[in-house]
């Protein structure tokens, strides 16, 4: 996890050291933030029904134009994701957080509509789980037992498109998948599954 941290990272700033050479327009940073409506795609038990989860997101961004209309968009983000799911016993709420550091493509065609679509790395910080009901203490141990086991790094992909309002101020929208499990063995409480969610947001540019 440490190694595709550090390559992540790297690739995040990388385009900053040859900004200095570009002849297509200087990189503008900015801030990013919005809402987060997760779920989750069930690969072993199609039977067990999940609900949205909505969480948010936050994060940094540089865009570093390459040649009209395609720029260079790698991103430093937090992110909630997770899911809702209604048991025989009450209802249990799973959020996980995530560092996570999407290396985009942006294709600006004009009219401040733009699409962007690359691969992103996430990093599992933590997982809450939420119990409302009859939950036994020996159910709830189960659920944190399960994601003791999730996968701590995991690869995914996001598509999406925006809108620029002002040239500092745009909105945008995104769906991001993860193309790994999240683990390779599912339970009766937890599932092997999928995280997917849906985003949308604000940016600000300096």
Known sequence: MKKLFITSFALLFAGLVNAQSTKSGLPSFG?????????IIKTDNPDYKTD????????????????????FQPELMFSQKGFKST???????QT??????PILAK??????????????????????????????TSEQT?????????????????VGIGFDLTSRLGINGRYALDFQKNNENGTTETP??????WQAG????F
């Open 192 to 197: 092997v599954y999928k995280n997917q969610v």
């Open 87 to 93: 048991q025989t016993l009450g209802t249990v709420t």
């Open 142 to 158: 189960k659920y944190e037992n399960d994601a003791d086991k999730f996968k701590k790094s995991i690869l995914g992909g996001v």
């Open 96 to 101: 996980t957080n995530w560092i996570e550091v």
């Open 107 to 136: 294709i600006s065609p004009g009219n401040g509509f733009n699409i962007v679509i690359g691969p992103q790395v996430s990093f599992l910080t933590k997982t809450n789980n939420k119990f409302e009901g009859s939950f036994t």
């Open 52 to 71: 949205y989860n909505t969480g948010f997101n936050a994060g940094v961004f540089v865009n570093i134009p390459i040649i009209s209309p395609l720029s």
């Open 202 to 205: 604000l940016a600000v540019k």
């Open 31 to 39: 801030i990013k933030g919005g809402v987060n409506f997760a779920n």
